[in-house]
Every structure is written in C-alpha cells, then in structure tokens.
C-alpha cells in the first residue's frame, strides 16, 4: 500500500512563498501520476496541479498558473513551490498518486493546512 504523508504547510503573508513536500512509503512512486489539490471550507475538492511519471508533462488550473510549480524526483517525493500566495489560496492541500493504467487518484494524504493572511 502506498502511503503518502505532506509537510511544509503553515501560516504566511499575502505575497509569500511555501513549499510543499510530499513523501512516498516505496518507490512505486517512480511509475505513478501524482497530482496536488486543496479544499477550502466552502469549496470542493479541486486538482490544482499534476505531473506524470518521469516530469515530462504537467498541468495546473488556471486559478495558480505562473505561480506555482509542481515537480518531483520520480523516486519517492513531489514538490509544490507556491509563490505570490493570495488569501484565496487558504486550504487544506492535499498530494495524491494514480497508477499508469488508471484515470483516477486511488492514493491520499491526511493533507497540510496552508494559511495565507490578508
């Protein structure tokens, strides 16, 4: 079973930077799509960016284009570097992984809560 545990996640200013790390139990990661979400109080759960197996093809919604970065080592951990951080980033982010021959994320975080001051 794959666990995935997240850190980095904590209280910044309006216009500051966080990075997020999320760390993989096995190397199975290798091979896995892994993807970032968040879920704020009054909203669902949202995909805000993902990356496939070996960091060749990425993608993020529109609401953090051009400002945050998702990466990894294709071993065993995945980056979100956020920066320009607004308030309306206040979330619970979360870092899930799929298998290759699957659509869906199957595997969870307990989530890092992110907390950006106005």
């Known amino acids: 079973q794959v666990q995935l545990v997240e850190s980095g996640g904590g209280l910044v200013q309006a216009g500051g930077s966080l990075r997020l790390s999320c760390a993989a139990s096995e190397r199975t990661l290798m091979r896995y799509g892994m993807g970032w979400f968040r879920q704020a109080p009054e909203n669902e759960r949202e995909l805000i960016a993902a990356?496939?197996?070996?960091?060749?093809?990425t993608y993020y919604a529109d609401s953090v284009k051009g400002r945050f970065t998702i990466s990894r080592d294709n071993v065993k951990m995945v980056y979100l570097q956020m920066s320009s951080l607004k308030f309306e980033d206040t979330a619970v982010y979360y870092c899930?992984?799929?298998?290759?021959?699957?659509?869906?994320?199957?595997?969870w975080g307990q989530g890092t809560q992110v907390t950006v001051s106005s």
């Open positions: 990356i496939n197996w070996n960091g060749g093809s």
């Open positions: 899930a992984a799929k298998r290759p021959d699957r659509s869906q994320y199957d595997y």
